[in-house]
């Protein structure tokens, strides 16, 4: 019986070859079953389509951010300003968001919550890129930073976290909202809100939204 040759350098990038090759074969018969596969695709394609979905809703998001604020510029440069909601601009700018979120919570029926919640950080990152971009607004080395660590947390949370799409019925839905944990919330979060409101400065939140 021949001894089997030794296998070379050749041998492995060939089969390396190979492999990336299946991986990358989206139609074409094959058994390759990698990230980057037809049979990877097919499983996955329902929750692509959700990652798609939240990508360009808070993509929308960001624009719209954008507007209101250049809306809010226009009018802080005018003589005789008018109330905002009276701007135009303003309203498109509430309409475009109001697509995004529908975008987004649409993603919600085609990926886990797991996926499609992490990816809201793309809104704050990208209406920062859009203001320096389009209002003309400086990136400090914080932001940079902001950003890099909302993308690895992100980067985390999608990988590691479970992936498991849980039905959930009306019924439930109506048992969460009045159960204490959700009430407990609600009320923390509504002290936030008087606590600002009776403690922030009005002419501080006028100069943030002119900066």
Request: hydrophobic share 50%; proline share 5%; aromatic share 12%.
């Amino acid at each position: 019986m021949a001894a089997l040759a030794p296998a070379g350098p050749g041998d492995a990038a060939s089969a390396a070859l190979d492999e990336l090759s299946r991986n990358f074969t989206y139609w074409a018969p094959g058994t390759g079953n990698g990230s980057l596969s037809g049979a990877w695709y097919r499983r996955n394609q329902i929750h692509l389509l959700g990652v798609l979905l939240a990508i360009l809703g808070n993509l929308v998001i960001s624009i719209s951010l954008n507007i209101q604020k250049y809306s809010h510029l226009q009018l802080a440069q005018q003589e005789h300003p008018k109330p905002y909601f009276k701007s135009v601009l303003w309203w498109g700018g509430v309409a475009l968001m109001a697509a995004g979120e529908t975008g987004n919570f649409a993603a919600y029926g085609f990926a886990p919550i797991t996926l499609i919640a992490p990816l809201g950080c793309m809104s704050v990152t990208g209406s920062a890129i859009i203001s320096v971009l389009f209002l003309k607004e400086n990136l400090r080395a914080a932001d940079l930073l902001g950003m890099a660590l909302a993308f690895a947390g992100t980067y985390l949370l999608v990988n590691f976290a479970p992936n498991v799409t849980q039905a959930i019925s009306a019924r439930a839905v109506q048992y969460f909202l009045v159960g204490w944990q959700f009430l407990i919330y609600v009320v923390r979060i509504l002290n936030v809100l008087l606590s600002l409101k009776l403690y922030l400065p009005d002419p501080w939140n006028m100069q943030a939204v002119e900066n």
